[in-house]
């Protein structure tokens, strides 16, 4: 009896020195000198290691993120998946016009660091060549879902069954987005860029995921939702330009809604 609470202590030890050792990466890798000073300056409003830390991230996972873009958290994601893990980012074919996937092949292109990130397509609602089909630990997507709603309900579905897709079994799908306070009104396009969080969770679970956790972590409770132009009146995008400006910066980033889904 002796032996077995013994063997049974000294495997949550390691265990605690495995999540103690993924943590150290993290922080690492969010502290890594390849990230863009003006993203670092974002970390106090977008919160990457309480975020990641959330989802259950972990160094040898394959992870799609899509719609990187410029690659603010790809920045982060890159390094900490290097050496064990997988990262593919998934984003619009390079062809004129397509901005999102010319933009992240350029960050993709300017670091030996990234050299590992792959590449999948991620063009909603025309083609979808994101992972092979199983092959993904977890899929995220940061202030992206909102641009997808105006593709309408049956082509907004057929965005989350593709994620379901390319997950394995029990795989995670990670959302962050704007959040609208549940007594305004989402129109159908979501031309603020916020959405009901309650609508989100519905439309995402009606693909076949389950939501397991949310959280506050990016939450802000200076944010009504309520701004010419939307959400892109706040920093960082500062649509109004001096209107308000001072008003918009004291406010920060938009209130955002970080939820997490396994697939069934």
């Known amino acids: 009896m002796k032996q077995l609470i013994l063997a049974a202590m000294l495997a949550v030890g390691l265990c605690g020195a495995v999540q103690a050792a993924d943590d150290v990466a993290l922080k690492a890798a969010i502290a890594a000198p390849t990230r863009t000073p003006a993203n670092v ?4 409003a977008r919160h990457p290691y309480e975020t990641l ?6 160094p040898t996972m394959t992870v799609v993120e899509l719609t990187p873009s ?3 958290y790809t920045e982060i994601l890159a390094p900490y998946l290097r050496e064990n893990g997988v990262l593919i ?3 619009e074919e390079v062809v004129e016009g397509k901005r999102a996937g010319t933009q992240f092949r350029a960050k993709v292109n300017s670091n030996p660091v990234y050299s590992k990130v792959r590449l999948g397509i991620f063009q909603p609602p025309t083609k979808y060549a994101i992972a092979p089909a199983g092959s993904a630990d977890m899929v995220l997507t940061f202030r992206n879902l909102h641009n997808w709603v105006e593709l309408g309900p049956d082509k907004l579905q057929e965005v989350f069954k593709n994620v379901h897709t390319v997950l394995k079994p029990g795989g995670i799908f990670g959302v962050v987005d704007h959040r609208l306070p549940a007594s305004k009104t989402q129109d ?5 860029g916020y959405l009901h969080e309650a609508w ?4 995402i679970e009606a693909a076949g995921f389950k939501l397991v956790a949310k959280s506050e972590i990016n939450a802000n409770p200076k944010d009504n939702a309520d701004h010419p132009n939307g959400v892109w009146a706040l920093p960082p995008v500062l649509a109004n330009k001096d209107d308000k400006r001072s008003e918009y910066l004291a406010i ?8 997490k889904f396994v697939k069934q």
Do not use: H
Not at 41 to 44: C, F, K, L, W, Y
Not at 53 to 58: A, L, M, P, R
Not at 188 to 192: M, P, Q, R
């Open 41 to 44: 300056a974002r970390d106090g």
């Open 53 to 58: 830390s959330f989802f259950g991230i972990k």
């Open 70 to 72: 410029g690659g603010w």
């Open 89 to 91: 980012g998934a984003s």
């Open 188 to 192: 159908a396009t979501a031309s603020t």
């Open 200 to 203: 989100v969770i519905k439309t």
């Open 252 to 259: 920060g980033e938009s209130d955002r809604m970080t939820l």
